[in-house]
């Protein structure tokens, strides 16, 4: 039986490499979505996710994730999570809860103190110093403090045809204390159904819950379509609503998996992702949106670009 | 032109008394909204919602709260609110922001502080008590600690065509610190587009979060459902696949409004709720949902179930 994951961002590639071979070895789509997060999470050069992830205005590091099964839709979910090693792991946990499954701010730590979970101060010297230095550049120039929202999500398939989805992110760099964005929100920043497929995003979070759109892909699939039909439908027709709506659309990128491992994303910025099946072994995509609203054009990331992207990563910071 | 407001429970009617009359001077959808519930927060004697809302398992009272423009699609969310005396003022607040729009925890009365919102201990004498005699009857007992979990959410259409919608809870009595449900999430507790309606619920967050159902509702709507086909349909049909699925399903109540002022609701449990258009005065319904899925029965409240409800909201606590 096929079996395959997807995910937002380069950074889900050492994740994904691991998610793949619990895969292969027959093991579950939870185990391989919170074996790949938890990598992300682990690693200190991404900015945006877990250990390393960049601060709030306070200088405090404050999380979210979740985590979907996408066999009895359980959900468990964290937001504005403090000094919790794992937040995927937590969110995991969670969903195996009746009452209590979406947990914020304090709560979370308190709940993974008494459930025996890892704390950490999550704030890296490297985020610390990146932190310090936006603050100096904010106060000689009228720079936006917001940028730098790149959730990991992903969806997995496993060989008994089981679907899960997992996000984890450390929001807006410079947000406000409590901020939360879509990535613990259900059918915004992810959902999945076993019978169907799953879909998770990333990008602005502000506008991402206005659309619904990890659900709405996911429905558009129950009905027929491709992955990459239904994914590239539910976002840019709602990317086009918003602008002539709101009259301005923040960045959106989605990924989705189909119950029998086939794949799709649309995009409104340049976006990396990675892909991994039974027929494909890990792979590093970058996808450029269409000038149409068409598919986004995508290509296998070069050795240049990727060794650009670790140097860019781990670039010493003054 | 048509206006009107719908909304969940008994609870809503002052509120929608005064919303309604703002509707028909030519008011905003958004401000209808915001004035009712405000109203309903703020009389002591609902135990779900605002002030005198039932605390969690610490004594803390944590409230929930989101409010939504149909127009434009702005969303402002809190969730895990202490202390602030109106969680749908600054949810409302909170829509106008491009980021930072939802909240958890302490950043709730942070920003509440410094933008100059009242701030209150939402703790009543009577909500204390009712949670000492939770706590003393839950140590003689196997009594599950949680039940209660009636959020007023409410959509509202004005004489422009413009459609809001809004929600605010203190969720699951004695939840877990930092616990949220349903109401500040986008789609599962509550969807407008003022192209076409919207949608709120009420009921098991847990569960609610599971179906995305506001938002389901609102695009059955734009298909050429009528409020009732729609919000019977998205409901029900979850429902049953949540009991297939999952084994059981919570409480589900949701009521629905199109932009031509018709209404529905769908319910699997008993239910009351309000309405208020240009054709009829603020009426409360009761709901019974039917055993084949079909529509809900609806009566006229009685005065007998009136006086019955505010005789139990205002019995002493001993």
């Known amino acids: 039986m096929s079996y395959g994951m997807i995910a937002t961002w380069r950074m889900a590639y050492d994740g994904i490499r691991v998610g793949i071979v619990d895969l292969a070895n027959c093991g579950s789509s939870q185990k391989a979505i919170v074996d790949a997060i938890k990598i992300v999470e682990d690693y200190p050069f991404y900015k945006s996710v877990g ?7 306070v200088g ?57 979970f890892e704390l950490r101060n999550m704030l890296t010297e490297r985020a610390k110093k990146t932190w310090e230095n936006r603050l100096e550049e904010m106060s000689k120039s009228n720079l936006s403090p917001y940028d730098g929202h790149d959730t990991v999500s992903m969806v997995a398939l496993d060989q008994h045809g089981s679907m899960s989805c997992g996000t984890s992110s450390s929001g807006l760099f410079m947000k406000k204390e409590g901020r939360t964005g879509d990535s613990p929100l259900s059918g ?77 994303v649309a995009t409104n910025v340049e976006f990396s992702f990675v892909v991994a099946t039974d027929r494909l072994s890990p792979t590093i995509y970058l996808a450029y949106p269409a000038e149409d609203d068409g598919y986004p054009t995508i290509e296998v990331a070069s050795h240049e670009w990727l060794d650009a992207y670790q140097a860019r990563i781990t670039a010493p910071i003054k």
């Not at 250990?51 to 205005?57: A, D, K």
């Not at 019978?195 to 659309?211: F, P, Q, S």
């Open 51 to 57: 250990y390393g992830g960049l601060p709030n205005e």
């Open 188 to 264: 915004s920043g992810f959902y999945v159904d076993s019978e169907i497929g799953g879909a998770t995003a990333t990008g602005l979070g502000e506008d991402l819950m206005k659309g619904c759109l990890s659900y709405e892909t996911v429905r558009l699939m129950s009905t027929g379509l491709t992955p990459q039909e239904a994914v590239n439908q539910a976002t840019m027709t709602f990317v086009k609503k918003l602008e002539r709506r709101k009259g301005k659309c923040g960045a959106f990128s989605l990924v989705a998996m189909n119950n029998q491992g086939e794949w799709g």
């Open 60 to 116: 405090l590091v404050e999380l979210d994730a979740a985590f979907m099964n996408g066999d009895n839709f359980d959900i468990g979910a964290v937001a504005g999570s403090r000094n919790v090693k794992n937040p995927i792991v937590v969110a995991e946990k969670l969903s195996h809860e009746r009452f209590n499954s979406f947990l914020v701010g304090d709560g979370v730590a308190k709940y993974a103190s008494k459930e025996g």
